[in-house]
């Protein structure tokens, strides 16, 4: 069953983010427009396009979910490696996105001081000699 609705979850996304997709999402309002006169643009004709779009919208936002996790998920993978690889990186990143907010305030907080020793002990230094 999961990799039937995998399956399913990527063509369908591909589908409806294809240059395709849209064109026949447009081509679909416009005969539903065109097609007012016809049903004197009655309750019922702008029913029609209230549900079809609340229903596709509805399934829609399972699909991009399921596809969204489905790419976090490599690329978390890839990331892990990346640091699994690497030598002098903290293996404590590997599984970071499982972390408390709290934990990520902090690795945040370490990253932004980090980045101000960078900007003053190199960049900064650097611009003025540029400057000279």
């Known amino acids: 069953m999961n990799d039937i609705f995998r399956r399913a979850a990527q063509k369908t996304s591909r589908i409806a983010g294809s240059p395709m997709g849209f064109f026949v999402a447009i081509l679909f309002v416009l005969i539903w427009a065109a097609s007012g006169p016809l049903f004197n643009f009655s309750n019922t004709w702008q029913l029609v396009i209230n549900?079809?779009?609340?229903i596709l919208t509805f399934l829609m936002v399972f699909l991009i979910?399921?596809?969204q996790n489905r790419d976090a998920h490599a690329i978390h993978l890839k990331l892990d490696e990346i640091i699994r690889a690497s030598g002098p990186a903290r293996d404590e990143f590997i599984d970071i996105e499982d972390g408390t907010d709290e934990?990520?305030?902090?690795?945040?907080?370490e990253f932004n001081e980090l980045r101000k020793t960078i900007n003053e002990e190199i960049i900064?230094?650097?611009?003025?000699?540029e400057q000279k």
Do not use: F, R, S, V
């Open 51 to 54: 549900t079809g779009t609340t």
């Open 65 to 67: 979910q399921n596809t």
């Open 103 to 109: 934990k990520l305030a902090m690795l945040t907080h």
């Open 124 to 129: 900064a230094p650097a611009a003025e000699e």
